[in-house]
């Protein structure tokens, strides 16, 4: 894995990163190689022994608590990434926010690329949990975004109110929300907009920056449902991820509004699609294609994605790792939702159900957004395939029971294929 | 800590134009008083636990502030952060205390026999006195950046000294984990319980973190000499009880004080001073003398009088609601306290609030009397120094 971060430091972005550089004279040398952060920058205080230092997890009820014993702890807190990201940083989150007897959350971030190896001894246990026994150490994350391998894909529209994939991209070099300066968050945006305003034809858009948009700009967003507010969420928040508010965050959408891209809130970028009504295979369409397309813009600059073939596209929560994709639709199920099944469809398609108003809301009338539970291990056409082959089971069970006949519950779905 | 500041040798990379923060819709002291140049300046300092510029201000670039509030918009990570950083942190603080001047000196004098009177404010009126103070202990970093050793140890040591306390100061140690129900409610009950911060100028500082390990309640047995552990310093104390003897509310206050430094000084761990900021906090707010005296008086009629905010600022005092800060008043009556913190002494400060309150008490019977009150009112107090 290392081999693939001095493959950065290739002719361009060093040409970039040194006309950056003040008058400061010890870091021409200190950053052309990125090892001697280890020694000369990071300051780790270690006044206490790690078992003084070990958090009480007693009460907690996370992934990371799960899998922080104080052996692994002892064996990391006193490493750092070249950045000088430290194991108390990814975990405080974890540490502040115990969880809930019911919701499993994380408890864990990562500040940049290297966190996820250089804490390999914590995150890849988290991983392993969290995406259902996927382990980084020996198995491969494939990455497809070839929308014409989609079959099917356009639903009634009596049923499918909307259709919506979104997921998440990283800038390879620069810091994750919860641990970059404002310089590098700085960096991202101008990174990210100068790509986005290469898009043309239905791509073709614009860029409002949260601290410059005007009202009505603002009222617009709101109204389009597109404005991303500082987050509250104290697991969030206390992972750093809202420093600096609002300082270069802001929302991209194409003209047509199908297309939408958010700088800088809790990844580098979020990349959504969206239309109303039941086409999920166009939206995925435009989804790879522009996906694509930011990825070739960025590359001309001599910029990357953070990616690698153990755990696909690098994003700040491991939650997001892999595809970091949830495809989705708000759908209309009014007498399968009232059906005691209901729950164990869900469950053996891999399909999970949300409110209209996204995590943690409650579905309102008879309308659900269903997405794929799974991110990692399979590739954006499997999941996004899975998506619609359940979607269609679903809406039979819908007609069937409209019909007054019986439904059945089907076989559970393999995970990684 | 917090979060993502550590690596100041990487972020160095970057020019003072990249990093600088966007401040033109702030509104704090700190906002007002940081420049690029200055910036450019501090940077690349640390202090010796790794307390950086970035560090300082972080909640204060988070917190642009109110049009009509001026917050402090930075803290400090340890003792040697007013030293380290005192280009920014000097201004800062003669802004928040009046101009006071980086070559003044603080008078400390914690010697409650020079306070004059004190005894006789009439408890018709005053309801309840208080005085508190906060402590650090040297040799620990502040708590926007110890870490959780260091947020032990500071409780380990501040819970021996205080168990150590005997006569009227004999008393316990509630922890906030391992507190039952029952001693929850008891210490809600007495109003003692102090919750996990929520405003975020707190949050924004790092203060919050770990909550709540080595966060904690010590009381004496007769409820008087209070002591919270861990909150937003080191040590926050408290004397106070019912009625108007701000005289023994301070002997308390001093002789309790005086008798915890005496146990962390054989420790090697006395507080944070100098003769310069008196004793240091987190907050600039608090330096100097970081004490807060005050009372819960009825003052139905002069709350309501023209002159009454007139009366106050001459007096050098601050009306408060009786839920503390930023609370409204309840049924005319007042929390009013000493506004100043450093430049003068305890004695100086409650001395304030005694005379004050007794003139103001006389004020309000003689508005209850009908009869004017304008022969009464006081000239300006010189402020400190």
Same mark, same amino acid.
């Given at each position: 894995?290392?081999s693939?971060?001095?493959?950065?430091l290739s002719?361009?972005?060093?040409?970039?990163?040194?006309?950056?550089?003040?008058?400061g004279?010890?870091?021409v040398g200190?950053?052309?190689?990125?090892?001697?952060?280890?020694d000369?920058?990071?300051?780790?205080?270690?006044?206490?022994?790690?078992?003084?230092?070990?958090?009480?997890?007693?009460k907690?009820?996370n992934?990371?608590?799960?899998?922080?014993?104080?052996?692994?702890?002892?064996?990391?807190?006193d490493?750092?990434?070249?950045?000088?990201?430290?194991l108390?940083?990814?975990i405080?989150?974890?540490?502040?926010?115990p969880?809930?007897?019911?919701?499993?959350?994380?408890?864990?971030?990562?500040?940049?690329?290297?966190?996820?190896?250089v804490?390999?001894?914590?995150?890849?246990?988290?991983?392993?949990?969290?995406h259902?026994g996927y382990?980084?150490?020996?198995?491969?994350?494939?990455?497809?975004?070839d929308?014409?391998?989609?079959?099917?894909?356009?639903f009634?529209d009596?049923?499918?109110?909307s259709?919506?994939?979104?997921?998440?991209r990283?800038?390879?070099?620069?810091s994750?929300p919860?641990?970059?300066?404002?310089a590098?968050?700085?960096?991202?945006?101008?990174?990210?907009?100068?790509?986005?305003?290469?898009?043309?034809?239905?791509?073709?858009?614009?860029?409002?920056?949260?601290?410059?948009?005007?009202e009505?700009?603002q009222?617009?967003?709101?109204?389009?449902?597109?404005?991303?507010?500082?987050?509250?969420?104290?697991?969030?928040?206390?992972?750093?991820?809202?420093?600096?508010w609002?300082?270069a965050? %802001?929302?991209?959408?194409n003209?047509?509004?199908?297309f939408?891209?958010?700088?800088?809130?809790?990844?580098?970028?979020?990349?959504i699609s969206?239309?109303k009504?039941?086409?999920?295979?166009?939206?995925?369409?435009?989804?790879c294609?522009?996906?694509?397309?930011?990825e070739?813009?960025?590359?001309?600059?001599?910029?990357?994605f953070?990616w690698?073939?153990?755990l696909?596209?690098?994003l700040?929560?491991?939650?997001?790792l892999?595809t970091?994709?949830?495809a989705?639709?708000?759908?209309?199920?009014?007498h399968?939702?009232?059906?005691?099944?209901?729950?164990?469809?869900?469950?053996?398609?891999?399909?999970?159900?949300?409110?209209?108003?996204?995590?943690?809301?409650?579905?309102?009338?008879?309308?659900?957004?269903?997405?794929n539970?799974?991110r990692?291990?399979?590739?954006?056409?499997?999941?996004v395939?899975?998506?619609?082959d359940?979607?269609n089971?679903?809406?039979?069970?819908?007609?069937?029971?409209?019909?007054?006949?019986?439904?059945?519950?089907p076989?559970?779905i393999?995970?990684?294929? | 800590?917090?979060?993502g500041?550590?690596?100041?040798?990487?972020k160095?990379n970057?020019?003072?134009?990249?990093?600088?923060?966007?401040l033109?819709?702030?509104?704090?002291?700190?906002?007002?008083?940081?420049?690029?140049?200055?910036?450019?300046k501090?940077?690349?300092?640390?202090t010796?636990?790794?307390?950086?510029?970035?560090?300082?201000i972080?909640?204060?670039?988070?917190?642009?502030?109110?049009?009509?509030?001026?917050?402090?918009?930075?803290v400090a990570?340890?003792?040697?952060?007013?030293e380290?950083?005192?280009d920014?942190?000097?201004p800062?603080?003669?802004?928040?205390?009046g101009?006071?001047?980086?070559?003044?000196?603080?008078?400390?004098?914690?010697?409650?026999?020079?306070l004059?009177?004190?005894?006789?404010?009439?408890?018709?009126?005053?309801?309840?006195?208080?005085?508190?103070t906060?402590?650090?202990?040297?040799?620990?970093?502040l708590?926007?950046?110890?870490?959780?050793?260091e947020?032990?140890?500071?409780e380990?040591?501040?819970?021996?000294?205080?168990?150590?306390?005997?006569?009227?100061?004999?008393?316990k140690?509630?922890?906030?984990?391992?507190?039952?129900?029952?001693e929850?409610?008891?210490?809600?009950?007495?109003?003692?319980?102090?919750?996990?911060?929520?405003?975020?100028?707190?949050? %924004?500082?790092?203060?919050?973190?770990?909550?709540?390990?080595?966060?904690?309640i010590w009381h004496?047995?007769?409820k008087?000499f209070?002591?919270w552990?861990?909150?937003?310093?080191?040590l926050r104390?408290?004397?106070?009880?019912?009625?108007?003897n701000?005289?023994?509310?301070?002997?308390?206050?001093?002789?309790g004080?005086?008798?915890?430094?005496?146990?962390?000084?054989?420790?090697?761990?006395?507080?944070?001073?100098n003769?310069?900021?008196g004793f240091?906090?987190?907050?600039?707010?608090?330096?100097?003398?970081?004490?807060?005296?005050?009372?819960h008086?009825?003052?139905?009629?002069?709350?309501?009088?023209?002159?009454?905010?007139?009366?106050?600022?001459?007096?050098?005092l601050?009306?408060?609601?009786t839920?503390?800060v930023?609370?409204?008043?309840?049924?005319g009556?007042f929390?009013?306290?000493?506004?100043?913190?450093?430049?003068s002494?305890e004695?100086?400060?409650?001395?304030?609030?005694?005379?004050?309150?007794?003139?103001?008490v006389?004020?309000?019977?003689?508005?209850?009397?009908?009869?004017?009150?304008d022969?009464?009112i006081?000239?300006?107090?010189a402020?400190?120094?």
């Amino acid at each position: 894995m290392a081999s693939s971060f001095a493959r950065i430091l290739s002719s361009k972005r060093k040409v970039g990163i040194l006309s950056l550089v003040g008058a400061g004279s010890l870091t021409v040398g200190f950053f052309l190689n990125r090892e001697q952060h280890v020694d000369a920058g990071a300051h780790v205080r270690r006044i206490y022994p790690p078992s003084a230092e070990y958090p009480d997890l007693r009460k907690h009820n996370n992934c990371m608590a799960s899998h922080l014993t104080p052996a692994v702890y002892a064996k990391l807190s006193d490493k750092t990434t070249p950045n000088g990201y430290t194991l108390d940083l990814a975990i405080q989150t974890g540490v502040d926010n115990p969880g809930h007897p019911f919701i499993k959350t994380v408890g864990m971030v990562a500040g940049d690329e290297e966190s996820y190896e250089v804490f390999a001894g914590i995150f890849n246990p988290v991983i392993k949990e969290r995406h259902n026994g996927y382990d980084p150490c020996t198995m491969n994350h494939p990455t497809d975004l070839d929308a014409s391998k989609i079959r099917g894909g356009q639903f009634d529209d009596k049923y499918v109110l909307s259709s919506r994939v979104r997921t998440g991209r990283s800038i390879r070099g620069l810091s994750l929300p919860p641990a970059c300066t404002r310089a590098e968050r700085r960096e991202v945006e101008r990174v990210v907009i100068d790509a986005l305003a290469g898009l043309k034809g239905d791509l073709a858009g614009k860029y409002f920056s949260l601290t410059l948009m005007t009202e009505q700009e603002q009222q617009q967003l709101i109204d389009d449902h597109f404005l991303f507010d500082k987050p509250v969420s104290p697991l969030l928040t206390c992972a750093g991820m809202a420093r600096d508010w609002p300082d270069a965050r %802001g929302i991209w959408h194409n003209n047509e509004k199908t297309f939408l891209v958010w700088v800088n809130e809790e990844d580098h970028t979020r990349v959504i699609s969206m239309e109303k009504g039941g086409n999920m295979k166009r939206v995925f369409e435009r989804f790879c294609k522009g996906l694509q397309e930011v990825e070739r813009l960025i590359q001309e600059k001599g910029w990357e994605f953070m990616w690698n073939e153990h755990l696909g596209y690098i994003l700040t929560c491991p939650s997001n790792l892999g595809t970091g994709l949830r495809a989705g639709v708000h759908v209309t199920l009014p007498h399968l939702s009232k059906d005691p099944r209901f729950p164990k469809i869900l469950d053996n398609l891999r399909l999970q159900k949300r409110g209209t108003g996204g995590v943690d809301t409650a579905a309102v009338g008879n309308t659900f957004d269903i997405s794929n539970l799974d991110r990692l291990g399979q590739s954006e056409v499997q999941l996004v395939q899975t998506v619609i082959d359940g979607l269609n089971y679903l809406i039979e069970c819908e007609k069937k029971l409209e019909r007054g006949q019986d439904i059945k519950i089907p076989a559970p779905i393999s995970q990684f294929k | 800590m917090p979060f993502g500041n550590t690596h100041n040798n990487f972020k160095l990379n970057y020019s003072v134009e990249d990093e600088f923060p966007d401040l033109t819709k702030h509104n704090n002291h700190m906002a007002k008083v940081l420049t690029k140049e200055m910036y450019a300046k501090l940077r690349d300092k640390q202090t010796p636990t790794g307390f950086t510029v970035d560090d300082v201000i972080q909640t204060g670039v988070d917190n642009p502030g109110h049009p009509f509030i001026m917050t402090v918009g930075c803290v400090a990570g340890d003792e040697e952060s007013y030293e380290v950083f005192k280009d920014l942190l000097d201004p800062v603080i003669s802004d928040r205390h009046g101009g006071y001047k980086a070559t003044d000196k603080h008078k400390t004098d914690l010697n409650f026999e020079n306070l004059k009177g004190g005894d006789d404010l009439d408890p018709n009126y005053v309801l309840s006195s208080r005085v508190r103070t906060g402590r650090s202990i040297k040799g620990y970093a502040l708590p926007p950046h110890n870490s959780r050793g260091e947020r032990r140890a500071v409780e380990k040591l501040s819970v021996e000294a205080l168990n150590s306390l005997d006569g009227e100061f004999k008393g316990k140690y509630y922890p906030l984990k391992s507190m039952t129900d029952a001693e929850q409610e008891q210490l809600i009950a007495d109003h003692f319980l102090f919750d996990k911060p929520v405003s975020p100028l707190l949050l %924004g500082a790092g203060m919050a973190r770990d909550w709540p390990d080595a966060r904690g309640i010590w009381h004496n047995e007769n409820k008087t000499f209070l002591v919270w552990v861990n909150e937003e310093d080191h040590l926050r104390v408290i004397s106070m009880q019912k009625g108007g003897n701000m005289k023994e509310v301070f002997k308390r206050f001093c002789v309790g004080l005086q008798r915890i430094e005496e146990i962390f000084k054989k420790h090697n761990h006395g507080f944070m001073w100098n003769e310069h900021l008196g004793f240091i906090l987190t907050c600039p707010s608090n330096l100097g003398t970081g004490l807060r005296g005050g009372v819960h008086v009825k003052l139905p009629k002069l709350s309501t009088h023209a002159k009454f905010e007139e009366i106050l600022n001459r007096l050098r005092l601050q009306k408060r609601g009786t839920g503390g800060v930023d609370t409204a008043s309840v049924g005319g009556v007042f929390d009013i306290s000493n506004a100043d913190r450093i430049g003068s002494s305890e004695v100086d400060q409650v001395q304030c609030v005694v005379d004050g309150v007794k003139l103001m008490v006389e004020m309000e019977k003689k508005l209850e009397k009908g009869e004017s009150i304008d022969s009464m009112i006081p000239a300006q107090k010189a402020p400190p120094l």
